[in-house]
């Protein structure tokens, strides 16, 4: 059985609000020449202010919970063939890292649904964007997702693969916000439960912006009021 998903609160771990992407160009532009944006200044100085961080599981902490995860997925479908199944366009981030933790062989695809468009708040209403490759007839499928949130999009997957034929459907979210699940979805594999704010980055966004952010961090609330 997989692990409790970790907890993360603010008295926990660090959370953060999202910086605008001028700031984070001259962030990453320091990070890589070493050098301010302009003379007397320094933005990674400057990034413990504009982000304000209280709580976030970091790169690394995603990372050794990807590795933990990995194995325990290995040891779970030794002897079978496993696919995994990304939903695009969050789960890009969290899939590539996650397959590349897996030592056994595996095949994927990908799936974007949507229910989001261009807000913060699950519309309940899923779209197919593109569809899968894949024949699921007899296949051992395990869905990667960046973040369970409503659990509306994810219920009709699970109901949509078993409609397809698939011998095993199991569910990895590196992320999953149990105050926000308006519809029960059994997901064997959490890496973090975390509160119900808006997150971005490390796939996640926000009106396609803020996806490239190493962390995970809490989406200002002036952005989208």
């Known amino acids: 059985a997989a692990e409790p998903a970790a907890s993360l609160t ?7 609000k999202a910086v605008d992407m001028w700031s984070l160009g001259c962030i990453f ?10 003379p007397g200044t320094s933005t990674l100085n400057q990034l413990e202010k504009i982000c304000e961080i209280i709580g976030k599981p ?17 040891a779970d479908y030794e002897g079978k063939e496993l696919l995994l199944v990304g939903v695009l366009k969050g789960a890009v981030m969290v899939m590539a890292d996650f397959a590349r933790a897996l030592p056994t062989h ?30 699921l007839h007899g296949k051992h499928v395990l869905i990667v997702e960046d973040i369970i949130d409503s659990g509306l999009t994810l219920h009709w997957l699970l109901a949509n693969f078993a ?7 199991e569910i990895f ?24 704010d808006f997150v ?5 966004d926000y009106a396609e912006r803020y996806r490239n952010l190493r962390d995970v961090a ?6 989208y009021a």
Not at 10 to 16: K, L, V
Not at 218 to 223: C, G, K, R, Y
């Open 10 to 16: 603010a008295g926990s771990t660090r959370y953060g």
């Open 29 to 38: 532009g320091e990070m890589l020449s070493g050098k301010p944006c302009f």
């Open 58 to 74: 970091t790169e690394e902490q995603i990372r050794a919970k990807l590795d933990e995860i990995a194995a325990q997925v290995t």
């Open 106 to 135: 595996m095949t994927m695809d990908w799936m974007a649904v949507s229910s989001y468009g261009t807000g913060t708040r699950s519309s309940g209403v899923v779209q197919i964007r593109k569809d899968l490759d894949t024949d």
């Open 163 to 169: 409609s397809r034929g698939a011998a095993s459907i």
């Open 173 to 196: 979210s590196l992320l999953r916000k149990p105050d926000a699940a308006k519809v029960e979805v059994p997901c064997k594999y959490v890496g973090f439960d975390i509160p119900s």
């Open 200 to 204: 971005v980055g490390y796939g996640l």
């Open 218 to 223: 809490v989406l200002a609330p002036h952005v």
